[in-house]
Nanobody, 123 residues
């Protein structure tokens, strides 16, 4: 059974940094895309960043480009989201997810999900 277990997150002041981790269990993710999404209260879940597990190519939503970095560690079967220069509008529950095949920004295309963790950025 595939499990994505998230860690990191929490409360930080504007301008600060956080690192999210997503450890994958149950299979290797060769041929998969790993994504990070976020959902603010009362809003739809939206794409943040993704990485193709095998080749390492990345994709970001415009609002986080230059501030967030997605990466993966093959040996640890873990994906990371490094978040810098955080802003109050980054406040949301953050989720990691996995899908087979091509990069996608629509959360409905992802098969596996982590439990989600709150990230709160105070002004």
């Amino acid at each position: 059974q595939v499990q994505l277990v998230e860690s990191g997150g929490g409360l930080v002041k504007a301008g600060g940094s956080l690192r999210r981790s997503c450890a994958a269990y149950g299979r290797t993710f060769r041929g998969y895309v790993m994504g990070w999404f976020r959902q603010a209260p009362g809003k739809e879940r939206v794409f943040v960043a993704s990485i193709r597990w095998s080749v390492g190519s990345t994709n970001y939503v415009d609002s986080v480009k230059g501030r967030f970095t997605i990466s993966r560690d093959h040996a640890k079967n873990t994906v990371y989201l490094e978040m810098n220069s955080l802003k109050p509008e980054d406040t949301a529950v953050y989720y990691c997810a996995a899908k087979r095949g091509l990069i996608a920004t629509n959360w409905k295309e992802y098969e596996y999900w982590g439990q989600g963790t709150q990230v709160t950025v105070s002004s």
